[in-house]
């Protein structure tokens, strides 16, 4: 059954304002994919819910509503803010791009479209989509907090660590400590120190942003992220957020956390066990500078 399901034909919203693009989408994906089409912004908001594709491609400029918008409705809807956008812009614009990655995009292409770029993006973000559904299948999820677990995240980061290797591409690990929970739990007792890492757990979910980037729960109070094709600088920006909204989410019997972040662009023969240990000696650098912190070592650069 399970071959069933990674062989069967995966769907991709292809949404495009001028239409122009239509058939040459068509005629490159048909194939391969389900396509479903939409011409407008409500129109592919209303596919969106309804047909749960597994990927949408997205025109930024529609005739009803911008594609920024649209981006935004699918990534605050609980519906669909785990379907993977790739954006479609015109032509080459920085803070578009910027913008696209703030408000959730997983990848964007250029007009005029090239069918190699279209093809790669696309597949990468489908793989994405079978990986994830591989792991909810094996049932690899910590059922208290509602993340995967340690054994998702070793198979997990073996995964994107090989393709940042062949793709040379960067690659964050976070590494999430809460402080002092031996402490709170001796002081509160267990059942709140489970609520709190529940809470822990889904301000980490609601931190990130885009499909690719993953939270995992290690053991214990102990917690990771991997950030796949982000900057040192953005994974920096990333664990502030997270231990900014892991003190407001925790409520009056607060607890913080700290965080150690190992940053690489790996070659072949790097050593993901190195890399780890990097973001555990980051993240005893941090609780050693006070806790409720972020340290960073970049490596294998």
């Keep these: 059954m399970d071959e069933i399901l990674v062989e069967s034909k995966q769907s991709i919203l292809v949404v495009d304002g001028a239409g122009a693009e239509m058939s040459f989408l068509r005629g490159m994906l048909k194939d391969r994919y389900d396509l479903l089409f939409a011409a407008t912004g409500h129109g592919a908001l209303e596919a969106a819910r309804h047909k749960k594709p597994d990927a949408v491609l997205l025109d930024t400029v529609m005739p009803d509503m911008s594609g920024f918008d649209v981006l935004a409705e699918l990534k605050e809807s609980g519906d669909t803010h785990d379907i993977p956008v790739i954006?479609?812009?015109?032509?080459?614009?920085?803070?578009?791009?910027?913008?696209?990655?703030?408000?959730?995009?997983?990848?964007?292409?250029?007009?005029?479209?090239?069918?190699?770029?279209?093809?790669?993006?696309?597949?990468?973000q489908l793989e994405i989509v079978r990986q994830i559904r591989r792991v909810e299948r094996y049932a690899l999820i910590d059922f208290l907090v509602d993340l995967p677990n340690r054994r998702s995240f070793d198979a997990q980061m073996e995964t994107e660590w090989g393709r940042a290797t062949r793709e040379k591409t960067p690659i964050n690990?976070?590494?999430?400590?809460?402080?002092?929970?031996?402490?709170?739990?001796?002081?509160?007792?267990?059942?709140?120190?489970?609520?709190?890492?529940?809470?822990?757990?889904?301000?980490?979910?609601?931190?990130?942003?885009?499909?690719?980037?993953?939270?995992?729960?290690?053991?214990?109070?102990?917690?990771?992220?991997?950030?796949?094709?982000?900057?040192?600088?953005?994974?920096?920006?990333?664990?502030?957020?997270?231990?900014?909204?892991?003190?407001?989410?925790?409520?009056?019997?607060?607890?913080?956390?700290?965080?150690?972040?190992?940053?690489?662009?790996p070659e072949t023969g790097s050593l993901m066990s190195e890399f780890s240990a990097a973001a555990d000696n980051a993240l005893d650098c941090a609780k050693e500078g006070g806790k409720n912190t972020a340290r960073a070592f970049t490596v294998l650069t």
């Design 173 to 265: 690990l976070l590494k999430v400590d809460v402080d002092d929970f031996r402490q709170y739990n001796g002081t509160h007792g267990k059942q709140q120190g489970d609520i709190a890492l529940q809470a822990v757990a889904r301000a980490l979910k609601s931190t990130l942003k885009r499909r690719t980037d993953m939270a995992f729960r290690l053991s214990g109070d102990k917690f990771a992220v991997i950030l796949q094709d982000t900057t040192l600088g953005g994974a920096l920006r990333v664990a502030e957020d997270i231990r900014a909204n892991v003190e407001a989410a925790t409520g009056p019997r607060s607890v913080t956390v700290s965080v150690g972040i190992a940053s690489a662009t």
């Design 87 to 124: 954006l479609i812009m015109h032509g080459d614009n920085p803070e578009a791009e910027e913008k696209g990655f703030f408000l959730g995009a997983a990848d964007y292409v250029t007009k005029p479209l090239r069918a190699v770029t279209v093809n790669a993006r696309v597949k990468t």
